[in-house]
């Protein structure tokens, strides 16, 4: 994978020393000095200043000699990956999933919890509970956690740190969530959307282009997307890019709460699918109930069922994937990415149906169909990809080099 450039131009040091760690980040077994100005076209004596400060400031660690032809042996520079740890909490209205990852982006413990109590005092309690639980069970000093990052489904006030509304968690009205977690963990707290939170994860673990722009999208107990532009997350002016619940992918289809007909809120979600299926015969019985964990089983029937042969069940996933179709053109369409990336709870048990069925659907929507194909994977991160990424958005403001760190004050 290719790093950023840095700048030899004074007052840059902010941004250098990101690039430097980047690029000893993405390099996965480490980068000698020279190795180090050759990727990020720092000069020499740039590299030995910033490396020397973030040696002391016990970011980075020298690991070794390599001796490659005649001249000096090459000190090898890797990050220090006890040095700092995040935690990164997924909030889901039926799971809660934890994770402590260390500076290098490894997941060093991880633990879920069902999202029972809907008060969200009482939820924000376990959260507290369970991330020092989380922080024990791996034996670190708690000050060298940089943070707790908390991925939620929006919309968010970013700026006061409040979670407003979601259309799946009953009872969460502009609950100001990062500041009673700081309140009840002692520890800084990042709140973001679990779709950006999903993009960062993939930016992370990823070995795409340093220009990487692709679309996610995120199926959780609702759908979302999410943007990543030239490599950086694109948040929109209010951080809540990727409302996609009210966009119409089925004109034909049920009713809305928002007065529309066939949004993807009715026809796309896993509430909505499982509905599908109940009045297609799938299952036996009564139909289930419509709380989260209700849905989360009954869907998970639904894809077991499918991937059995069930040809109903298939139906109702195809034609889910259909729908889904409309959703990830229109983006894409507008959006003019290089590919696209699925990803969330739910998408392991979808992946095999929708990898099957999209690309296809998107190829025949696709504006751009005469010029490219647009690649469809699912994400390298797993089910976990909200939690994990918010991890990596606590460490990523620590070790991502910022366009906006080049603004010069007068």
């Given at each position: 994978?290719?790093?950023?450039?840095?700048?030899?131009?004074?007052?840059?040091?902010?941004?250098?020393?990101?690039?430097?760690?980047?690029?000893?980040?993405?390099?996965?077994?480490?980068?000698?000095?020279?190795?180090?100005?050759?990727?990020?076209?720092?000069?020499?004596?740039?590299?030995?200043?910033?490396?020397?400060?973030?040696?002391?400031?016990?970011?980075?660690?020298?690991?070794?000699?390599?001796?490659?032809?005649?001249?000096?042996?090459?000190?090898?520079?890797?990050?220090?990956?006890?040095?700092?740890?995040?935690?990164?909490?997924?909030?889901?209205?039926?799971?809660?999933?934890?994770?402590?990852?260390?500076?290098?982006?490894?997941?060093?413990?991880?633990?879920?919890?069902?999202?029972?109590?809907?008060?969200?005092?009482?939820?924000?309690?376990?959260?507290?509970?369970?991330?020092?639980?989380?922080?024990?069970?791996?034996?670190?000093?708690?000050?060298?956690?940089?943070?707790?990052?908390?991925?939620?489904?929006?919309?968010?006030?970013?700026?006061?740190?409040?979670?407003i509304d979601p259309p799946k968690l009953q009872g969460w009205h502009r609950v100001p969530l990062r500041g009673i977690l700081e309140e009840a963990t002692g520890l800084p707290v990042t709140l973001e959307k679990d779709t950006t939170a999903a993009v960062v994860g993939e930016l992370w673990t990823g070995r795409g282009p340093a220009d990487d722009s692709f679309v996610f999208v995120y199926l959780g107990t609702g759908v979302g997307a999410a943007l990543a532009r030239d490599g950086e997350v694109v948040g929109g002016s209010s951080r809540n890019f990727g409302e996609v619940g009210h966009i119409v992918v089925d004109a034909e289809g049920p009713p809305c709460s928002c007065g529309a007909r066939g949004c993807v809120e009715v026809v796309c979600t896993p509430q909505a699918i499982v509905e599908q299926a109940e009045r297609g015969g799938v299952f036996l019985g009564d139909r289930e109930g419509t709380d989260a964990d209700s849905v989360d089983e009954r869907f998970t029937q639904l894809c077991e069922h499918a991937a059995a042969g069930d040809v109903a069940a298939l139906d109702v996933l195809r034609e889910a994937a259909k729908r889904l179709a409309v959703l990830i053109a229109a983006l894409t369409n507008v959006l003019d990415v290089d590919r696209v990336v699925l990803g969330g709870p739910f998408w392991s048990r979808l992946s095999e149906v929708y990898l099957l069925e999209l690309p296809e659907q998107l190829e025949r929507r696709s504006a751009t169909r005469a010029i490219r194909s647009l690649p469809i994977a699912g994400t390298v991160v797993g089910d976990d990809v909200g939690a994990v990424g918010a991890a990596c958005v606590v460490l990523d403001s620590v070790l991502t080099p910022r366009a906006s760190h080049l603004l010069l004050k007068a």
């Open positions: 994978m290719s790093t950023r450039r840095g700048t030899n131009l004074p007052r840059m040091g902010d941004f250098n020393q990101s690039v430097i760690l980047e690029a000893i980040r993405l390099s996965g077994d480490g980068l000698s000095r020279i190795e180090l100005s050759e990727a990020t076209g720092l000069s020499a004596q740039t590299v030995t200043n910033i490396t020397r400060r973030l040696i002391e400031d016990d970011l980075i660690a020298e690991a070794g000699r390599i001796i490659n032809g005649p001249g000096k042996p090459r000190i090898t520079l890797r990050l220090n990956a006890g040095s700092h740890f995040s935690v990164g909490v997924h909030l889901d209205p039926a799971l809660m999933t934890f994770v402590l990852m260390d500076l290098t982006g490894r997941v060093v413990e991880r633990v879920t919890k069902r999202t029972q109590d809907k008060d969200p005092r009482a939820i924000v309690d376990v959260m507290a509970r369970t991330i020092n639980e989380l922080i024990q069970a791996a034996g670190i000093d708690r000050a060298l956690v940089a943070g707790v990052g908390v991925a939620a489904p929006g919309p968010l006030d970013a700026e006061k740190g409040t979670v």
